[in-house]
């Protein structure tokens, strides 16, 4: 998508799943394998040139996305919730919680399957809680 980004979420049947994983080798296979200069049928706004770069683009926005709960996460443990509103700074309604949460989840699941944060347990709630790696 030319302006905006997919929503790469986990989904209630695979909780522990890692779809942004999916999708940024994804990223990495379409620079690969597909010319740069094709026209790009998006499915949201117009068609595009610049594959490549929106590739690129989209991989540095989801690894900013994990620097704010590697940063977050290395003050203190946090949950999913907790992290929502660190990514997601605007008022969002109920059905734009639900994409904020599971989009959350997908980046706070590749940072554990990455071994850069660990899911812990505070009491009976799940928690995420950075690793220092040496």
């Excluded at 094709?38 to 770069?53: C, T, W, Y």
Aim: proline share 5%; aromatic share 4%; charged share 25%.
């Amino acid at each position: 998508m030319e302006r905006i980004s997919p929503n790469v979420s986990v989904f209630a049947g695979e909780p522990n799943g890692d779809p942004l994983g999916h999708f940024l080798r994804t990223q990495r296979l379409l620079r690969a394998e597909v010319p740069d200069e094709v026209l790009v049928l998006a499915g949201h706004h117009r068609p595009f040139n610049g594959l490549h770069l929106r590739c690129a683009e989209l991989e540095h926005h989801h690894e900013d996305r994990c620097d704010i709960i590697r940063t977050a996460c290395a003050k203190r443990p946090m949950s999913a919730s907790e992290l929502v509103p660190m990514l997601f700074r605007r008022e969002l309604d109920a059905h734009q919680m639900s994409f904020a949460f599971t989009e959350t989840l997908a980046h706070v699941n590749r940072l554990v399957r990455r071994g850069e944060i660990e899911t812990v347990l505070d009491g009976e709630i799940l928690v995420n809680q950075a690793v220092r790696l040496g």
